[in-house]
C-alpha cells in the first residue's frame, strides 16, 4: 500500500489524515495517510526514515515549510516564489517540493464560494507564510489590482521585491494598514494570524465595495474574530478557510495519484462537525 504523510509539530490535532482517507475511498486508491510528529530538531532526520519506510510522499505544516524548502531537491515554480514547501514527492533520487496553499485558496474562491477574482480589487492582509504562499497564485487569476498590507511594513515591501515581475497587468501596491484610508476592495482576505490571538487589526472600516466578499485563511465553528469585525463593518458575503484546508490537501491528492477527488463533499462533511463544536474549540489551519 502506498504511503503518504503529514509531517509537523504539533500533528495530533490534524484533520489530514481524515481528509486524504475520504479522497482515498471517493476514488479507489489503495493508500494510507498517517500524521507523523516530528522533533522540532528532527524534521530531516523524520523524512529520511519515512522514506526508507518506502513513503510516496508527504505534506508538511508548520514549523517545517521553510526547512522542508530547502531539503527538496526540486521545487514547483509555485513553490519556489513562496519560499515554502507544504508538498514533498519522493522520487527514487528526488525530492519534488511543491506548495498548494495558495491554489488551495483560489479554487476555494473561486469554485466553493462563486468569488470571482479576475478584474476584482483584492487585499490582502498580512505578510508571512500563509500570504507568501497566495500571492502568485492570485496573480495567476488576473484582479484588477493586488494590495498588501501588513503589521510589519518592511515584511509587505519584500513581498513586492520578491513578486514583482509575476504582477503582469494586475497594479501591485503594498504599505501599512494605516494606508488603507480612502481605499475599496471588492475581495477582502485575511492572512494574519490576528484571529488566533483574538485580536482586531487597526483597518479603517470603509475598505469594503458594496457586496465584497471577505476570507479569513483561520476557520471554526461560527465567525472567527476577524469575520465578525468585518460583519459589523458592513462585510456582506464572508468566509472562513476550512475550504482552503481542504483544497490544498486535494491539490496534494491529484499530485500524488493523478486523480482529483471530490473536495465539495469532504469539507461539507467537516463543516457539519466543525458545527457540532463549541466556539471555544476555535481550530487554527496551523495544525494542517
Ligand atoms: P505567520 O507566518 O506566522 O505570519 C503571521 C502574520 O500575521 C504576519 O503577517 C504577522 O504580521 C501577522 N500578525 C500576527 N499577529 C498580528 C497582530 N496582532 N496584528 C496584526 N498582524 C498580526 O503565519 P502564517 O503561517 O502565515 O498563518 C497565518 C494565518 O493563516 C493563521 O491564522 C493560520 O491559521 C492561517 N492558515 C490557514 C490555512 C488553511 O488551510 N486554512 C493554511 C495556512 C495558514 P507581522 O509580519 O507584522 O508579524
Not at 37 to 59: C, I, K, Q, W, Y
Not at 204 to 209: C, D, E
Request: net charge positive; hydrophobic share 45%; proline share 4%.
Amino acid at each position: 500500500m502506498d504511503r503518504y504523510a503529514l509531517i509537523g509539530h504539533p500533528v495530533e490535532h490534524s484533520k489530514s489524515p481524515h481528509i486524504h482517507a475520504a479522497f482515498a475511498r471517493q476514488t479507489r486508491q489503495e493508500l494510507s495517510y498517517r500524521a507523523l510528529l516530528a522533533p522540532l530538531d528532527g524534521f530531516s532526520d523524520t523524512v529520511r526514515m519515512f522514506r526508507a519506510e518506502h513513503g510516496r510522499g508527504a505534506n508538511i505544516t508548520v514549523p517545517f515549510k521553510i526547512e522542508a524548502y530547502a531539503l527538496a531537491t526540486r521545487l514547483t515554480e509555485r513553490a519556489r516564489l513562496a519560499g515554502a514547501v507544504n508538498t514533498f514527492t519522493f522520487e527514487d533520487d528526488a525530492i519534488i517540493g511543491d506548495n498548494t496553499d495558495g491554489i488551495g485558496l483560489v479554487r476555494d474562491l473561486i469554485i466553493n464560494l462563486a468569488c470571482p477574482l479576475a478584474g476584482r480589487r483584492v487585499l490582502l492582509l498580512g505578510a508571512g507564510g500563509a500570504a507568501r504562499g497566495a500571492v502568485f497564485p492570485l496573480f495567476q487569476t488576473k484582479p484588477v489590482s493586488l494590495t498588501i498590507a501588513n503589521r510589519t511594513i518592511e515584511r509587505a515591501q519584500e513581498l513586492r521585491t520578491a513578486f514583482a515581475s509575476c504582477a503582469g497587468q494586475t497594479a501591485f501596491t503594498v504599505g501599512g494598514f494605516g494606508d488603507l484610508k480612502g481605499w475599496e476592495f471588492d475581495v477582502v482576505i485575511n492572512a494574519t494570524s490576528v484571529s488566533l490571538e483574538n485580536g482586531v487589526l487597526p483597518l479603517p472600516g470603509n475598505i469594503f465595495a458594496p457586496d465584497a466578499f471577505v476570507y479569513d485563511m483561520m476557520y471554526g465553528a461560527g465567525d472567527t474574530p476577524f469575520l465578525a469585525w468585518a460583519r459589523t463593518a458592513g462585510a456582506a458575503r464572508l468566509s472562513d478557510g476550512l475550504g482552503m484546508l481542504v483544497e490544498q490537501a486535494a491539490e496534494s491528492f491529484t499530485l500524488w495519484r493523478g486523480v482529483r477527488p471530490n473536495s465539495a463533499s469532504v469539507l461539507s462533511g467537516l463543516r457539519r462537525k466543525l458545527a457540532s463544536k463549541s466556539k471555544a474549540e476555535l481550530i487554527s489551519g496551523r495544525e494542517f
